[in-house]
């Protein structure tokens, strides 16, 4: 029977040849992963499902912990709940925790570290855990209950998605990255246009899409109400794969006349980098618009599961250079993991964003959430790479967020008002 990608990885797990939409399959997991905001409710319910059975954990190699929300710890609640979290760490014989200075925000983490490979079936107590999806695995996010009992018995349900493929043609324009296809995809569809379905993308503008770009892509599924976010495994997947895969990787492709719930394709050749606008990911327009707008900023957010990696920093770097910050905001930087900061210390991007006056933090989704590293006061306004950007979400709920990728926070945190970069670059070229 023709199958999807998604299908075949879910029908792999569960011991079956094929799987139907709204079946429900009872599936061996590869990875469950926790952070120090859910790991501790996890723990509890681990520890409820062990209780007197003499059972350990399903598998010392197979759960990760990442205490990258709170952490560096910013008070003794946050500390506490890390410390949790390194005890059992330590009682259970854990292979993947990591301590601050080695660990980085978990989306980002996990796929450099190659912990999650091709054909995977991971399950994260965090909603963006579908960001693996980038390299051809089924991964989703789930509650704290759920992965507690994983962690005991390294399986967990699932009602099997129906799946709506887009396609995505032409060739991207430059300054278009991931985020800009995926925040104009929730815009077509909505915050609820895929609800408990596989995302899966491609076409010729996701074959010739970096590996960094596809990862911010599946991170943002769930901003549709997707389960899932995938990208068939190619050239690119392999050689991003290859040299750093912890486990035998598993390449699984939809068949050519597998079932889809709907298809949507997008010419992306004219695409302008996108703004989503304050209170939903879905309230996606057009840079043109936005920059005649003149939106004025108090702060500027490059970081997060979403746009952490060394592209989008890259990317950033390249507007700022020769450029100084607007002195009335603030432009925070935030490297997805300790291996992106150093990257971007070698190829002399940190001097950079130093030189322009931006402030650059140790791995951590810090403000994204509003956690730390950035809380947003009462009438502030932020221009943030991050996922969402609901009331409250990055401080008080009178503040304001406006969602873009990295080449847009870059040039806005140039000129104070959300504007696109050939405002900035352009500039530079006639000043020179």
Excluded at 114 to 120: E, K, L, S
Excluded at 174 to 188: F, P
Aim: negative net charge.
């Amino acid at each position: 029977m023709s199958q999807t990608i998604t299908e075949k990885i879910l029908a792999a797990h569960c011991g079956k040849s094929a799987v139907f939409p709204g079946e429900y399959v009872l599936c061996q997991v590869d990875i469950v992963l926790a952070n120090d905001i859910t790991a501790p409710i996890a723990i509890e319910s681990f520890e409820k499902v062990v209780e007197n059975s003499g059972i350990d954990v399903f598998d010392q190699d197979k759960i990760v912990l990442t205490p990258d929300h709170f952490t560096p710890n910013k008070d003794v609640k946050s500390a506490q709940q890390a410390q949790l979290m390194r005890t059992f760490a330590k009682n259970h014989k854990i292979k993947h925790y990591y301590e601050v200075g080695r660990v980085g925000i978990e989306h980002c983490f996990l796929p450099e570290q190659g912990i999650v490979v091709p054909g995977d079936l991971i399950i994260g107590a965090d909603s963006h855990t579908d960001t693996y999806g980038a390299i051809g695995a089924f991964s989703t996010g789930v509650g704290s209950s759920d992965a507690g009992v994983a962690m005991a018995l390294g399986k967990a349900w699932f009602k099997v998605p129906e799946t709506m493929k887009f396609n995505f043609t032409g060739t991207l324009p430059e300054y278009v990255s991931g985020k800009d296809l995926i925040l104009y995809t929730i815009g077509q569809i909505t915050v609820d246009g895929a609800n408990y379905c596989a995302m899966e993308f491609s076409g010729e503008a996701i074959r010739n899409l970096s590996m960094d770009s596809r990862l911010t892509m599946c991170n943002m599924a769930i901003e549709a109400g997707a389960k899932n976010g995938i990208v068939e495994p190619d050239d690119i997947t392999r050689v991003y794969v290859e040299n750093r895969a912890q486990r035998l990787p598993i390449y699984y492709a939809s068949d050519p006349d597998a079932t889809y719930k709907s298809e949507f394709t997008y010419d992306v050749s004219q695409l302008e980098p996108q703004v989503a606008y304050p209170h939903l990911p879905e309230n996606a327009r057009p840079i043109s618009e936005a920059e005649g707008e003149h939106i004025e900023v108090d702060q500027v957010v490059l970081g997060s599961c979403t746009n952490g990696r060394i592209e989008d920093l890259t990317m950033a770097a390249k507007i700022l250079r020769g450029h100084k910050v607007n002195p009335r905001l603030r432009c925070i930087i935030i490297p997805g993991t300790p291996g992106v900061y150093l990257e971007a210390i070698q190829q002399g991007l940190i001097e950079i964003f130093i030189d322009a006056g931006a402030v650059v933090s140790t791995p951590t989704c810090g403000p994204c959430l509003g956690g730390h590293m950035g809380i947003l006061a009462k009438g502030e306004v932020a221009l943030s790479t991050t996922n969402r950007n609901f009331v409250g979400r990055m401080g008080h709920v009178e503040s304001k967020i406006y969602l873009a990728g990295p080449a847009v926070a870059a040039a806005t945190a140039v000129r104070g008002y959300i504007c696109g970069p050939k405002t900035v670059l352009d500039s530079k070229e006639e000043s020179g």
